[in-house]
């Protein structure tokens, strides 16, 4: 399974934005109908009701992540972080936590999925449920 699979997700149930995802993810999620929308960063992606991003250290600024917090807000979905221990770049779970409450992001779950990956799914912290 993939993480799409893994994480219950369905373009059935409502439009996908993944933000920089793997090529395995881009593959599992070219056999939906309809596709998920897709970008190659944040900064270009759109409000969607489901978000999901793999993000990289480069990309922990507040300024990144209010913009997140920002595109589930106005879309009033939810977005989930996903993080692999096994990739240099990607953050770990507790670098990325601290992070989210300066950007309005509450943590909703984290779980593991996949390969190995970490998947945090947050919402604006004004929206927690």
């Not at 309809?34 to 922990?60: D, G, K, N, Q, V």
């Amino acid at each position: 399974m993939g993480a799409l699979a893994d994480l219950g997700l369905s373009t059935a149930d409502g439009p996908i934005m993944l933000v920089s995802a793997p090529d395995s993810v881009l593959a599992e999620a070219s056999r939906m109908k309809p596709r998920p929308a897709f970008a190659s960063t944040i900064l270009t992606a759109e409000p969607t009701p489901r978000i999901l991003w793999w993000p990289e250290r480069a990309h922990l600024d507040p300024a990144v992540l209010s913009r997140l917090a920002w595109m589930t807000s106005v879309a009033r979905g939810e977005a989930w972080l996903i993080l692999d221990p096994a990739e240099p770049e990607s953050p770990a779970s507790a670098e990325l936590q601290p992070l989210l409450g300066a950007a309005s992001l509450a943590l909703v779950e984290e779980r593991p999925i996949g390969r190995g990956e970490i998947a945090l799914r947050v919402r604006p912290a004004a929206a927690q449920r």
